[in-house]
């Protein structure tokens, strides 16, 4: 038998880990412009002649000059700011934002990459790795919004509908209780859920962002993004559960719980995209069922356990005389 | 007149007549009204004219030193701190608590006064002036605490106590953030009276004369609907101590205030934050700010009733972890860009959501019996107590010269401390509830 304190016991020690690597992201030294090993943020940096400059760098603002016959030993990265090379590169240079200029004494001995920012080089640059140039996430994210043919969108959307659907029936024949649970509050508590999912996407945003800027933390809001994912899929999944009932239950018709599951997911799906196209009400009302569905997921723990008020009971005019529930 | 009885007058301890009063009618709703009112006017009073006005009062006036203003105030938290307390104490043994008339005479009184110290705030001009003020405004305030809190347990029914705590945290919030920009004594003291002399007047006639509706508020306390709060666990014990549950409510909520005062006193010193956020005189940037503390209170009052007192503590703990974290991130990196919005948005999502706690928690481990001792305690020690020490720790960190960075992030590590604890509290298994799933 599992007892309550085994039950914890996991969820305890990953908080306590993931506060145990964001206490580490507070941990670097105070001195202004200077993060961790080697991160530029402002101010002009120059590596001057026979001067070695040992470690990664990320230059994330400011100006970064690597004069003749100086030398970086360690990979370069430059999300923003500028960098003038003339020396020597013991290691990658990789572009993601601002500029890097490479002059004709630059000699980088690994690969260049650049996907984002601008990368000019000199006649005479000297690159011993492969040189790859492609277009930035900025450009990609532009290009995928380019309006598609219709028939392609449709095929897009088609695709997406069916594969909610094919995930709704596999949740809801694996465990079809946590998924009726989650439902349960999802509709029987639509505004606590919608505030829960409110609060946690607030805070969702700043701690990634956070995480993001430490550098070394990029994996953690990684899995901090993939673990809202998860949560907004799953939601979505139990909100279609809900749907799918109730559609059926209009219909005088009765489904095992898989196909009611992927009906209702795939109506909510297709919905959404649908309504989606509408300015304003469409990002509000998205808006809506996505946070009341993450609220869902998080009030049931993932439908490991229902979830009921604490005070329900409250208003109801008895006197017990004590053991009410503390809430604490 | 209306006579002022004591509780034991009634009834008898702990034999609440329910069958006078009847629960229909516009009556609760003016109680409510009266409470949000009340409570707004406050909560607003206190955000601006004392902890922003008197800074000015101190410095641009009188011209005194930051370091001596910083005593000042931390000379008003104390007193105001003691006589809370005591206030509380002598109301609970004299059985004062459960008396409607008395809470509601005490607190105009207080309105009355704290009018007064308003309208002559800004003509002080001496150091002995300024410390006559805090020394009488510290009594006002301190009066304030347990009769106005004491009040909850009449006026609002314990289901609702979330949502008018986010009414009273929204009426505060916002117009303190959108109309208070300019942090002048004068500007404070003459928005302050158009709100307080009318405010004052009203309080006066209807807590002194008879009327029918004040009279219909006193009793409304023991309808279940109103008095016990939801985590009074054991009624027949009501006079004793609030229990465990309680205290740690009492530790955690004092830790919220003295991080937050701890941060705040720092950031509202430094310029490139508080010019591009709260002092900004960009309207849209104050709208945004108040907007937010709106949207905060209105989650946090659907959520009161609806988590544990644990969960939120915990989501305000780490609320303040993060946003104090943003912060240093932005004063080590990118200090000479201006700070982003979202940095004091957070902020005030995290602020708003321990105010609407504090307006709703203490009346919610109390019955109109301990009513008034608990506020006390429970606005006194997690409010001023923690302006008090956070106030001292200020000036010792800004005589030892600490930078704004190491200052923030020690605020920083300390909410994440107290996030630890309110998880590991949270996760932690309940003992009553896991003897209850213990088989027979």
């Known amino acids: 038998m599992t007892s309550a304190p085994t039950r914890r016991t996991c969820p305890l020690l990953l908080v306590l880990l993931l506060l145990g690597l964001l206490v580490t992201g507070c941990s670097a030294p105070a001195d202004t412009g200077r993060y961790s090993v080697t991160l530029i943020t402002q101010q002009h940096h120059v590596v001057d002649e026979r001067q070695i400059l040992v470690g990664d760098t990320v230059v994330a603002g400011g100006t970064v000059v690597v004069a003749e016959d100086a030398e970086h030993r360690g990979s370069l990265t430059v999300l923003a700011g500028e960098v003038r090379i003339s020396g020597r590169v013991a290691g990658d240079l990789t572009v993601l934002g601002g500029t890097a200029a490479l002059t004709g004494t630059a000699e980088i001995t690994g690969d260049v990459a650049a996907a984002g920012g601008a990368l000019t080089r000199e006649p005479g640059t000297m690159v011993r790795g492969s040189v790859t140039e492609e277009p930035g996430p900025a450009t990609v994210l532009e290009r995928s919004r380019r309006s598609r043919a219709p028939a392609e969108r449709a095929l897009w959307s088609l695709a997406g509908v069916a594969v909610m659907a094919g995930l709704a029936w596999l949740a809801a024949r694996l465990a079809p209780r946590p998924l009726h649970r989650t439902a349960a509050a999802a509709t029987a508590f639509p505004v606590i859920s919608g505030a829960l999912g409110t609060l946690v996407l607030i805070a969702a945003l700043p701690l990634v962002a956070s995480m993001i800027f430490t550098l070394f933390l990029i994996p953690v809001a990684g899995i901090v993004l993939l673990g809202l994912g998860a949560i907004t899929v799953y939601g979505l999944l139990a909100a279609g559960r809900a749907l799918g009932d109730r559609i059926l239950h209009r219909l005088g018709r ?14 909510l799906v297709a919905a959404l995209q649908v309504i989606g196209l509408v300015p304003v009400v469409g990002a509000v009302v998205t808006a809506a069922v996505l946070v009341t569905a993450v609220g869902a997921v998080l009030l049931t723990r993932f439908g490991l356990r229902p979830y009921t008020p604490p005070d329900d009971g409250t208003d109801d005019g008895t006197d017990d005389g004590g053991a009410r529930e503390a809430g604490v | 007149m209306v006579a002022i009885r004591s509780a034991g007058d009634r009834a008898g301890d702990g034999a609440p007549m329910r069958s006078r009063v009847p629960g229909g009618g516009w009556v609760p709703w003016f109680g409510v009204g009266l409470f949000v009112a009340a409570a707004s006017a406050g909560y607003f009073y206190n955000l ?16 005194l030193p930051e370091e001596r203003i910083a005593r000042s105030m931390a000379l008003l938290a104390g007193l105001t701190l003691l006589v809370a307390m005591g206030t509380g104490l002598v109301m609970h043994h004299r059985r004062w608590s459960e008396v409607f008339e008395l809470k509601l005479r005490l607190l105009a009184v207080v309105v009355v006064l704290q009018t007064a110290l308003t309208a002559v705030a800004p003509q002080l001009r001496s150091e002995a002036g300024l410390l006559v003020w805090i020394v009488v405004a510290s009594i006002g305030l301190g009066l304030g605490v347990p009769s106005l809190f004491g009040l909850t347990c009449d006026l609002v029914p314990t289901r609702h106590r979330g949502a008018v705590a986010a009414v009273v945290t929204s009426a505060a919030f916002l117009p303190a953030a959108v109309f208070s920009s300019d942090w002048r004594i004068e500007q404070f003291a003459a928005q302050l009276l158009w709100l307080m002399v009318p405010g004052a007047v009203g309080l006066v006639v209807l807590a002194f004369a008879p009327w029918t509706v004040t009279a219909r ?34 530790v955690l909520m004092f830790g919220v205030y003295f991080i937050d005062s701890l941060g705040f006193l720092r950031i509202v010193d430094t310029p490139v934050y508080i010019g591009s956020a709260w002092h900004s005189s960009d309207p849209a940037t104050l709208w945004a700010i108040g907007a937010t503390h709106v949207l905060a209170a209105v ?11 644990r969960v939120l503590l915990g989501w305000i703990f780490g609320l303040f972890a993060l946003v104090q974290l943003n912060y240093v991130l932005h004063a080590l990196t990118t200090p000479e860009l201006p700070a982003p919005l979202g940095m004091p948005l957070l902020y005030a999502v995290a602020v708003s959501i321990y105010t609407v706690l504090n307006f709703a928690l203490w009346a919610d481990f109390s019955t109109p019996a301990t009513i008034a001792r608990n506020a006390a305690l429970g606005v006194g020690v997690s409010g001023w107590l923690a302006t008090f020490l956070s106030t001292a720790l200020s000036i010792g960190w800004a005589a030892a010269e600490l930078p704004f960075a190491a200052h923030l992030r020690a605020v920083a590590a300390i909410s994440l401390l107290l996030f630890s604890v309110t998880v590991l509290l949270f996760v932690l298994p309940d003992r009553r509830r896991a003897e209850e799933e213990e088989p027979a």
């Open chain 1, 254 to 267: 009765t489904w095992s719980t898989p196909r009611a599951a992927a009906l209702g997911t795939a109506v």
């Open chain 2, 48 to 63: 601006t004219f004392v902890q922003l006005g008197l800074v000015d009062l101190g410095t641009r006036v009188i011209g």
């Open chain 2, 217 to 250: 508020l006193a009793e409304q306390h023991h309808l279940p609907r109103y008095g016990t709060g939801r985590f009074v666990r054991h009624r027949a014990r009501s006079r004793g101590w609030p229990g465990r549950a309680f205290t740690l409510a009492l």
């Open chain 2, 299 to 309: 989650l946090a009052g659907i959520l009161y009733p609806a988590l544990g007192q």
